[in-house]
């Protein structure tokens, strides 16, 4: 029923008490909150009625309903059926054509300011929108009317965010982000490609709990999954630090699993909370699995952060702009890898809080 709250739909299908309160925990820790607020969560949850959802899916790929459908802390069905109540998701949903957009606007029309929209995929704004069309009606028009009555907007993935991949030079089509779109709508960006399903989650959960959301960047990114550097969290700093750089595919320093940043990782340059929150049931993240970061939740990374195999050109916080080229150099040199190491780390300095994502790096040449 509309009216039931999430704790009386968790009881009737037998969730124990035990598994909810771990979810909390969950949360808990992918907002980054104290295990203080865990009760408080719980409380929320039980008490709150579901939210209505409406999910679009625009110009992309489905990577990111790919992602919620692969999801595991909780699964798709618990996500579905417990935490929301999603009522148009083209590829879930049993309606189709007019039945499909019928349940769309009954939510629109029944339910102003009390529902949440989520959209996925870039909205096309050139020639009046006609590069992509559902159901006789334009991107841009539906965005504008679901998002415009919704009481906040969830942006998911970097074509929803900001364009995206749809976006990048020379961008015939037009595409933009949801709030470039809508800018009166409440939004929320989570880009990725894709997002993580986690930080919808968390990001509903906050919204829920506080009844407000979470605290965003300049990008309107939340801070608990975009406010720490990727580099800072990754296990292969360590190796940074040693100046030990993979070179090429499949040398030593790959098998051993050095740093990825020759070989084209932005991690000192991205914002993102995979290396914690990670994939596949939190089992790996790409760099982990042996690829180099390619800032996929940076605005424009595409065009400011190509090529993916081209790595920055000097090492990120190093005071003296010391080139990772120099850095192995000067082990080569040194008597003693820890010897070497100190020094580097002696001449690197705190970066600014803001750090450049979004910008484009110094010196970089575009090819």
Known sequence: MPDDTI?????????SRRDFLK???????TLGLPSALIPKIAEALEKKVKPAVIWLELSDCAGDSESMLRATKPTIAEIVL???SLEYHETIMAPSGKAAEKSKMDVVKNLKGKYLAIVEGAIPLNDGGVYCTIGGQSAVDIVREVCGYAMATLAVGSCASWG????AAPNPTGCVGVKQAVPAATVVNLPGCPVNVENITATIVHFLTFGSLPALDSHLRPLFGYGKRIHDNCERRMHFDAGQFVRQWG?????????LYEMGCKGPEAYYNCPTVRWNGGTSWPVQAGHPCFACAANNNWDVM???YKRLPNVPGAGYQVSADQIGLGLAAAAGVGVAAHAILRGIQPKDSKGHEGQKPKNLKKE
């Open 82 to 84: 417990d935490i929301i």
């Open 164 to 167: 995206g991949v749809a976006s």
């Open 306 to 308: 190509g090529p993916i």
């Open 23 to 29: 979810f909390c925990t969950a949360m808990a820790a």
């Open 251 to 259: 040398d030593e320093g790959a098998r051993l699993g050095w740093c």
């Open 7 to 15: 704790g009386k739909v968790l009881s009737e299908r037998g969730v």
